[in-house]
T-cell receptor, first 114, second 113 residues
Framework: EPEVTQTPSHQVTQMGQEVILRCVPI?????FYWYRQILGQKVEFLVS????????KSEIFDDQFSVERPDGSNFTLKIRSTKLEDSAMYFC????????????FGDGTRLSIL | DQQVKQNSPSLSVQEGRISILNCDYT??????FLWYKKYPAEGPTFLIS?????DKNEDGRFTVFLNKSAKHLSLHIVPSQPGDSAVYFC????????????FGTGTRLQVTL
């Protein structure tokens, strides 16, 4: 069964450094998403992406965050200058359509900011 | 943000019995609801969904019920199996932001032998 893959599984970064999290969505999916889950908290929406542009973003997704689809397969989340509070599990998801279709998630990247 | 709530943090059920997981929501604009299962160190796995035009959807051992007037949905697992032990999240979308999923806090289900 096709799946969303994320790399790396664990990323340790010094505060203030840039980090790029990578995702390969399911191949025939057109909508892409990033979520995060801080330890002990809910899974929170960050951003959705379609047709090479952001279609929706949350208040968490400030100017320090950016997303890109640099080629036909990868979907990346960049955090420009990491803060301690960015430590979380980051999940990538994709779906065939935007409305009334399930989003399928990868296994996440654990980001630890020191 | 308490738009989707799962009030039971944990549930223990014997193998073979029915597991019932509950979820409440406050935003009447939600029109699509999903259940995900999550094992440790893995991402959420989609289980079953329901659109607000229905009140029941069934897929094998899993049935989701939606009560729009009560803003309540439930997931029934029959019969429960040890492999069902995981954290279950309900999620909702709609409310004018159709691509965004709003998650509950999760219920940890343990199926005992």
């Amino acid at each position: 069964e096709p799946e969303v893959t994320q790399t790396p599984s664990h990323q340790v970064t010094q505060m203030g450094q840039e980090v790029i999290l990578r995702c390969v969505p399911i191949s025939n999916h057109l909508y892409f998403y990033w979520y995060r889950q801080i330890l002990g908290q809910k899974v929170e929406f960050l951003v959705s992406f379609y047709n090479n542009e952001i279609s929706e973003k949350s208040e968490i997704f400030d100017d320090q965050f950016s997303v890109e689809r640099p080629d036909g397969s990868n979907f990346t989340l960049k955090i420009r200058s990491t803060k301690l509070e960015d430590s979380a599990m980051y999940f990538c998801a994709s779906s065939v359509q935007r409305l009334n279709q399930p989003q399928h998630f990868g296994d996440g990247t654990r980001l630890s900011i020191l | 943000d308490q738009q989707v709530k799962q009030n039971s943090p944990s549930l223990s059920v014997q193998e073979g019995r029915i597991s019932i997981l509950n979820c409440d929501y406050t935003n009447s604009m939600f029109d699509y609801f999903l259940w995900y299962k999550k094992y440790p160190a893995e991402g959420p796995t989609f289980l079953i969904s329901i659109s607000s035009i229905k009140d029941k959807n069934e897929d094998g051992r899993f049935t989701v019920f939606l009560n729009k007037s009560a803003k309540h949905l439930s997931l029934h697992i029959v019969p429960s199996q040890p492999g069902d032990s995981a954290v279950y999240f309900c999620a909702a979308s709609g409310a004018g932001t159709a691509s965004k999923l709003t998650f509950g806090t999760g219920t940890r289900l343990q199926v005992t032998l």
